[in-house]
């Protein structure tokens, strides 16, 4: 499916609109601190982002860098976490903090190829790194951004997992404005959570 300029800049125009009416506040949008935002990612897989704002700023202020990250206990984080559920998670946070301190010296790379090059990290989570850390102009593709893409132009993955559809992610990559990178992506997840398309 190819877009015409004018379909992609209205529908731009349309999401960045939307998102200024319908602004959510919270914490790890007030940042671009690359691990700040990692930890976010890694908190919000497969849970309700209610649950997150309760426990999000526990986890940084316990937990302020990745070399934190790195040291940490598995029973100190899950005790913290526990509440969000998904087994496993804390164990998963603390190996990619040690990835990252041991083979990249602490620092979360600007490079997507280098990010879902590092275990535990894949399309979309290292997609939002680069979107919300270093305002690159991509666009995240999830459930929500899914059923957006479908419903405003009728685009449906033949792939049985969509989120892994590179058609789907090119598809969505042309979407992208020269501006308000994070602001249209959050637009984006923030307008396909309340639809309810399947």
């Given at each position: 499916m190819k877009l015409s300029d004018k379909e992609i800049f209205d529908f731009q125009e349309k999401m960045l609109q939307w998102y200024r009416e319908n602004y959510r506040s919270f914490p790890w949008r007030e940042t671009t601190e690359p691990y700040a935002i990692l930890v976010s990612e890694f908190l919000l897989q497969k849970t309700h982002v209610r649950k997150v704002v309760e426990i999000y700023p526990n986890v940084i202020e316990k937990y302020p860098t990745l070399q934190y990250m790195a040291e940490a206990e598995v029973n100190d984080l899950e005790k913290i976490i526990q509440p969000l559920g998904f087994h496993n998670r804390a164990e998963r946070m603390i190996k990619m903090a040690k990835i990252f301190v041991k083979e990249n010296e602490g620092i979360i790379p600007d490079n997507f190829d280098s990010l879902v090059a590092i275990k535990g990290i894949g399309w979309y989570i290292a997609t939002a790194l680069l979107v919300f850390a270093f305002e690159q102009k991509r666009v995240i593709v999830d459930t929500n951004v899914i059923k957006v893409i479908k419903?405003?132009?009728?685009?449906?993955?033949?792939?049985?997992?969509?989120?892994?559809?590179?058609?789907?992610?090119?598809?969505?990559?042309?979407?992208?404005?020269?501006?308000?990178?994070?602001?249209?992506?959050?637009?984006?997840?923030?307008?396909?959570?309340?639809?309810?398309?399947?």
């Open positions: 419903l405003e132009f009728g685009y449906i993955s033949d792939n049985a997992r969509p989120r892994t559809d590179k058609a789907l992610w090119k598809f969505c990559q042309d979407l992208a404005p020269d501006k308000y990178i994070r602001e249209f992506n959050w637009a984006l997840l923030d307008y396909g959570a309340e639809l309810n398309v399947e």
